[in-house]
């Protein structure tokens, strides 16, 4: 199994997907979707675009790995391979950032008036 990565309509769509051959024929089948994001740098940088991001990814994996599709380590494997292209965001984080968005806009206010 492994993943590939769709574009659909501004968004990054991560997939999980495996081989098969039919025929003699390579083919790859949707084991299922698992999560997407903005296709675009900031959405990719920002803590809280990710963490939603890996929110809903791990309930999908949950979902594929309790109907038998992904055991633990094909699980790691997974999360290592989509981590490369979006990185984990903690809560902390976005606690973080949240707060320096705070900080930045009472600046803003502070100037504006």
């Given amino acids: 199994m492994f993943v ?3 574009r659909v309509k501004g968004r990054l769509c991560a997939v999980l997907v495996r081989s098969a051959r039919v025929n003699g ?3 790859q089948e ?4 698992l999560a997407s994001i903005y296709d675009t740098q900031y959405a990719i940088e920002l803590p809280e675009y990710r963490y ?3 929110v809903s990814l791990c309930e999908h994996l949950d979902r594929l790995q309790m109907q038998g599709f ?3 380590g094909t699980r790691q494997a997974v999360e290592d391979r989509i981590a490369r292209t979006v990185r984990p965001a903690t809560r902390e984080d ?3 950032a949240a707060t320096e968005h705070a900080r930045i806009r009472a600046e803003m206010m502070n100037e504006s008036a």
């Fill in 52 to 54: 939603k991001f890996w």
């Fill in 4 to 6: 590939r990565w769709n």
């Fill in 30 to 33: 949707i084991v299922g979707y």
């Fill in 70 to 72: 992904l055991d633990a």
């Fill in 94 to 96: 976005v606690e973080e």
């Fill in 25 to 27: 024929q390579p083919r």
